[in-house]
């Protein structure tokens, strides 16, 4: 009798032990619904110098239990270009209540003021015969989103040779973080050493147009110097070549020369990316 009273007791306690956790479980459950977030439009127009504020404007999180947590929001990524012509990209936001419980939402947002990474030289692509010619130390890129991206440029054709003198065109890439990428054609010179030569310093060494812009390529001498380093009239530096087509995209070539083809000629090279 004492036994089946016991069993009985393990039985009851078993049962109240099982409800009361399922219980919980529902009320539990009842009380742990995930957040909701929601924005205005499913594309949004911003301008790249805007800052996360911008990205963030019309975006409220809310809690069943929390209330509004839209304070907790915080962009979880920003995609590559989904349309590269358009430059839009997938931004997902992210949002966590108090319970743990995570909501992710995506739209788009379209960068109304782009432009793809652009190429920078600190130098003109010219070398003299016998030296070790390194072009990314003087080739580089910059990037609207991504700022300094030098290390993400990558020479795809190299230099035959260094002993010879002669011009060589390369061929070099820079892509963003965003899949955006940029292609530049340029000339590099190997050219003999001569210290009677002047020399002639242009104010950039590579710069951007759009079609139809006007270009004066006389604009763009610094100075030039003799060799002993005396200031020289600028005239007398010429422009002797120039492959610059206004009317169609594409990288040129400007070349600039003193003393043309004289013993103690000086040529330096002006690089032009004429855009869209």
Do not use: W
Not at 79 to 97: G, L, M, W
Not at 171 to 185: E, M, P, R, V
Request: aromatic letters at 8%; proline letters at 3%.
């Amino acid at each position: 009798m004492r036994v089946i009273k016991a069993l009985i007791v393990v039985v009851f306690l078993a049962v109240t032990i099982v409800f009361s956790a399922n219980y919980y479980k529902e009320k539990t459950a009842d009380n742990n619904h995930a957040p909701t977030i929601e924005f205005g439009d499913d594309l949004i127009k911003v301008s790249i110098k805007d800052d996360e504020s911008k990205l963030l404007k019309d975006v409220i999180a809310k809690d069943a239990e929390d209330g509004d947590i839209t304070s907790n929001i915080v962009i979880e990524s920003i995609s590559k270009f989904v349309d590269k012509k358009k430059h839009i990209s997938n931004i997902t936001y992210v949002v966590s209540d108090s319970d743990n419980n995570v909501t992710k939402k995506t739209r788009q947002v379209q960068y109304t003021d782009y432009r793809k990474p652009r190429f920078t030289l600190s130098a003109p692509l010219c070398f003299y015969v016998g030296s070790d010619v390194n072009v990314p130390d003087v080739l580089g890129a910059v990037d609207d989103v991504d700022g300094d991206i030098t290390d993400k440029v990558k020479i795809l054709s190299s230099i035959a040779s260094t002993r010879i003198a002669g011009s060589y065109v390369i061929t070099a890439q820079a892509t963003n973080s965003l899949g955006a990428t940029s292609t530049i054609k340029a000339t590099v010179t190997i050219r003999q050493e001569n210290n009677l030569a002047p020399t002639i310093k242009l104010k950039k060494n590579i710069v951007y147009l759009k079609v139809d812009d006007k270009f004066n390529p006389e604009s763009y001498v610094a100075s030039v110097k003799d060799k002993n380093g005396k200031e020289l009239p600028t005239n007398l530096v010429k422009v002797v070549k120039s492959s610059v087509n206004l009317k169609k995209p594409g990288s040129y070539t400007v070349e600039y020369a003193v003393n043309y083809e004289q013993e103690n000629e000086y040529i330096t090279y002006l690089v032009v990316i004429v855009e869209e």
